[in-house]
């Protein structure tokens, strides 16, 4: 078997993707288009390591694929000319916003958050939506703001862990450096999205041929490495992490 996790993995799935011969789009491509159709989402959140997300956008731009990168606003993540660069290949730039989170729960702060740092983020890149960052450590689920507001309360299109219309999706996600693994996944999914577990990308990828739904496929690009000491590296930050989400799950459940 192939390791998992590599950008030569990632290839392998964009070339899959590419075979079904489904429109690609991105978010605000999708939300903007007049008719449901049977198309493939791909959504990056960028949680650590900006410089994956940029690798993983020069490789899609090289296969003629557009996606949508939701970037952090913490300083490690938030740097203006890799965004600037990765909205310069095509690609779709989102807010990946954990406001409620930062806040400890206090929505008027998390309001106000929220827009001060969607305004950062729009003076590199034309915003259009938004996707909550999981932030599992946390008692606080981000999308909690929108009890309080909508999106277009910011000029957004939608969030769109939350809305992606009435049309069902199947989603995907690479969490839990699984993909859709429900044990240790506590908040990365789509509300009113359906899904199917697959454990390898290498499953995935034979999977696609015969699914016959439109479909978000969500990576962390930091996940993404090729064979060396980055690759090992977060594969022991990844497992570290499905240890402490598992205690979390378990106290939670309490």
Same mark, same amino acid.
């Given at each position: 078997?192939?390791?998992? @996790? ?42 650590? +390591? ?20 939701? @970037?952090?606003? /913490? ?143 969500? /990576? ?11 690759? +090992? ?12 989400? @598992? ?8």
């Amino acid at each position: 078997m192939k390791r998992d @996790f590599t950008l030569s993995q990632y290839r392998a799935l964009c070339e899959a993707i590419l075979a079904k011969n489904w429109p690609i789009l991105t978010f605000t491509q999708y939300l903007s288009a007049s008719s449901a159709q049977c198309v493939i989402l791909l959504r990056h959140d960028v949680d650590r +390591w900006p410089n994956n997300a940029l690798a993983m956008a020069k490789l899609e731009h090289d296969l003629g694929i557009c996606s949508t990168y939701y @970037f952090r606003a /913490t300083s490690h993540v938030f740097r203006p000319e890799i965004i600037t660069a990765i909205a310069s290949l095509g690609h779709e730039i989102g807010y990946h916003y954990e406001t409620i989170s930062t806040t400890k729960g206090n929505v008027e702060k998390a309001r106000d958050l929220f827009a001060s740092e969607l305004s950062r983020l729009r003076a590199h890149a034309d915003v259009k939506t938004a996707c909550m960052h999981g932030s599992p450590l946390s008692a606080h689920d981000n999308r909690i703001l929108w009890q309080h507001c909508t999106p277009r309360d910011f000029g957004l299109l939608a969030e769109v862990s939350m809305d992606l219309g009435t049309t069902p999706f199947l989603y995907f996600t690479d969490t839990g450096r699984s993909w859709n693994s429900r044990g240790t996944n506590l908040r990365d999914y789509c509300i009113g999205a359906r899904s199917i577990d697959v454990s390898t990308t290498e499953e995935l990828i034979d999977l696609l041929p015969s699914l016959n739904m439109p479909m978000v496929i969500q /990576t962390h690009p930091e996940r993404w490495n090729q064979p060396g000491h980055r690759f +090992w590296l977060y594969w022991l930050i990844d497992h570290a992490a499905l240890a402490a989400k @598992f205690i979390l799950r378990t106290f939670r459940k309490r």
